[in-house]
C-alpha cells in the first residue's frame, strides 16, 4: 500500500453513481472528482440534491439499492476502494481508518442499545480489546468530546440525552479507532445554533490535535470559511469550482458559487430581502446538456451547451465555466 | 419494578374476578343447571336433592360468596362426567396443550424470523415475493381443514405419522403443524415489514459506516428493534392458541390437552368442569400479559414499566 506524503490520503476520480427509480435513473454523481491530503480538511458545499452526500456515501461503501457506482474509482492511501481487492479493503478500513458522522443525531444511534455498547462494540470489532479494555477507551473517548461524567454516560441510552449531546458520542464513536479520515456529513444541521458552534468549535480542536483529515459537508458557507482549508462547489451531481477555501470566498469564478456566496446572509451588510439564486436545481434524472448551470446563468452564451470539465486556473484552482476560463469575469 | 408487578396483580386480579362473575352469571341464571343436568324422566324430588346438592337452594348472594371462596381454593367442585375433581382434570390436561401451544408457536418463530429477515432485505425480490404468497396462503386456509389436510396427506396416503392421539413424541407433529402454520403465516408478514421499516433508519447506516459484520447489524442492530412489534404479535398468538385453537386442533387430532376436554364437557354439560376450565384459561391470559410487559421492558429500554 502506498502511504507516502505525496500521494493524497484519498482521492476520487471521475465517480458516477446513479439511482434506479421507477421514475427513471438519477443520476445523482456525474463525474465527481476530488482529492484530500494528510492533514487537510476539505468543505464540500452545494444544495440540497447536488450529490455532496451520495459522492461521500460511496467512498463508505453505503450506496445500496437502488443505488450503483457505475464509474470512476476510489483510492484511499493508494488503494482502489472499488477493485476486487478494494472491496476486501473496505471492509477493514471503514469505521477505522475512515469514520462518518451523520447529520441526525436523534436517528443515528440505536435507541435501544446503551453509549456503551454502541462505542465499545467498534473497538472490539476493529481493535479486538476485550470489554474492560474496551471500556475504558471508550470512556477517554467521551472525555475528549467533552462529556463529564463518562462512566455514567455510557450505562445511558441515546433517549437520555439531548441532542448535541449525541453528536458528541457520534464524534466519539468516529474518533474510536483514530481514523486518518472523518467524513462529516451536514454534523450541525439538525443542531440548534448555540449547540452547533460547540460542535463545530469541537471538530475544529479535534482535527487540528490528531492531525486527521476531514471531509465536511454542508451548506452553510460562514462554517466552511471558519474550518475548511479546501473547498469544493457541487452543482447537479458534478463539482463545479474547487480550491483553497480563502481563495474562492475572496475570489469566486464560476457564477454557482458567485450566487451562492451572495446568496449568503451578512451581519455587516444590510438587506431589504434574502437574495437568492433565480430558478430551481436540474432534474437529475435528465440533466441539460453542457453545464448544468446555464439554465439558471446569466452570462450563458451557446458554447454553455458544450461538455464542460474541471479546468486548472493556477493557484491549485479549478472550475468548470467556459466563460470563466475565457477570462472575462474573473 | 416492586410497583409494576403489585399493580399488574391487582389489575389481574380485577380481571379474574370479571371473568369469575360472568362464568358465575351464564352457568346459573341461563338455563337451569338442574334442568340441564338431570335427565328428563327424573322426579321432582331427585331435583330437589340435587338442587341441594349444589347449593342451588339457597340466595344467588350466598352462591357467589361460596363460589368466589371455593375458587380461592381452586376448588371447583367434581366434574358431573369424571366424578373427580375438576381442577385434576384441568391440572392433568393443562400441561398437554402447553407442550402442544410451546412447540406450534416454537415452530412458528423460529422459521418466521429467519424468512421475514431474508424477504425483508430485498424486499420485491424472488424471496420476499415467494414468502408473501406462501403467508397469503397460510393465512387463507382454515386450520381444520389444514389438520385434516394433513391426516390424509402424511397419515393416510404416505403412512409416515400418526393420526391422532398423543403417544410417541412423533404424534405431536401434525398438531404442532397445524397450530404454527397460521402463527407463522401472520409472524413473517410482520417480521418482513418491521425489518424493512428498521433497515431504513438511519441508525442502521451508522451501524454500517462503523464497519460492523453485516450478520450484527441486521441480526442485532435491526432486529432488536423490530423485535417489539414481533412479540406482541406472538404474545397474542400463543393467547389465541392457549384459549381458542387448541380447540379446534386437538379435536381434529384428539389430543388430549384442554381444548378438547372443553368441548367434551359442553358436550356433556359438566358446568363445573367448563367454569373450571374458563377461569383456567383467564388465568393464562392474565399471566401471559404481565409476562409479555417483562418482555417488552427487556427489549426496549425506553419503556417506562407503570
Known sequence: ?330 | MGRFIYRRLIHGLIVIFGVTIIVFVVTRMVGDPVQVMLPLESTLEQRAAFEKKLGLDRPIYIQFGEFLGNIARLDFGESLWQKRPAMDIVFEKLPMTILLTAVGIGFACVAAIPLGIIAALRPGGMVDRVTVFGSLLGLSVPQFWLGLLFIVLFAVQFKILPTSGAATPAHIIMPALTMGLPTLARLVMLVRSSMIDELNQQYVKTSFAKGLPFVRVVGLHALRNAGLPVMTLVGWEVIRSLAGYSVVVETVFAWPGIGLTAIQAIERDDLILIQAIVFTAAVCVVAINIAMDFIYKLIDPRLKLT
Open chain 1, 1 to 330: 500500500m502506498n502511504d507516502n506524503q505525496n500521494t493524497p490520503l484519498l482521492e476520487v476520480r471521475n465517480l458516477v453513481v446513479n439511482f434506479y427509480t421507477r421514475g427513471g435513473v438519477v443520476q445523482a454523481s456525474r463525474g465527481v472528482s476530488f482529492q484530500v491530503g494528510h492533514g487537510q480538511t476539505l468543505g464540500i458545499v452545494g444544495e440540497s440534491g447536488s450529490g455532496k452526500s451520495v459522492a461521500v456515501q460511496a467512498v463508505m461503501g453505503l450506496i445500496s439499492n437502488p443505488g450503483r457506482i457505475e464509474g470512476g474509482d476510489i483510492f484511499f492511501m493508494g488503494q482502489s476502494l472499488l477493485d476486487p481487492a478494494g472491496r476486501k479493503f473496505v471492509r477493514k478500513v471503514r469505521g477505522k481508518d475512515i469514520a462518518m458522522i451523520f447529520q441526525d443525531p436523534m436517528t443515528s444511534l440505536n435507541p435501544v442499545f446503551t453509549i456503551g455498547t454502541q462505542i465499545t462494540e467498534v473497538l472490539r470489532h476493529h481493535l479486538g480489546m476485550n470489554r474492560d479494555q474496551a471500556r475504558k477507551r471508550a470512556m477517554d473517548l467521551l472525555g475528549l468530546v467533552d462529556i463529564n461524567a463518562p462512566e455514567k454516560r455510557l450505562k445511558q441510552y441515546p433517549y437520555e440525552m439531548s441532542g448535541g449531546m449525541r453528536q458528541r458520542v457520534m464524534i466519539a464513536m468516529a474518533l474510536a479507532c483514530e481514523p486518518r479520515l472523518i467524513i462529516a456529513d451536514e454534523p450541525t444541521t439538525a443542531l440548534d445554533v448555540t449547540i452547533q458552534a460547540q460542535i463545530l468549535e469541537l471538530l475544529a480542536d479535534l482535527q487540528q490535535r490528531l492531525a486527521v483529515s476531514v471531509i465536511l459537508i454542508t451548506h452553510d458557507l460562514g462554517v466552511v470559511a471558519q474550518l475548511c482549508h479546501r473547498v469544493a462547489v457541487m452543482y447537479a451531481g458534478r463539482i463545479v469550482e474547487v480550491g483553497d477555501a480563502d481563495q474562492v470566498f475572496a475570489s469566486p469564478v464560476h457564477p454557482y458559487t458567485k450566487g451562492l456566496i451572495r446568496a449568503t446572509p451578512r451581519l455587516d451588510v444590510v438587506t431589504e430581502r434574502m437574495v437568492s439564486i433565480d430558478g430551481v436545481p436540474p432534474d437529475l434524472i435528465s440533466p441539460p446538456q453542457g453545464c448544468a448551470f446555464s439554465p439558471r446563468c446569466d452570462q450563458a452564451e451557446n458554447a454553455c451547451l458544450r461538455p464542460q470539465t474541471l479546468t486548472p486556473l493556477g493557484d491549485d484552482r479549478h472550475v468548470s465555466c467556459w466563460c470563466a476560463i475565457k477570462g472575462d469575469t474573473r
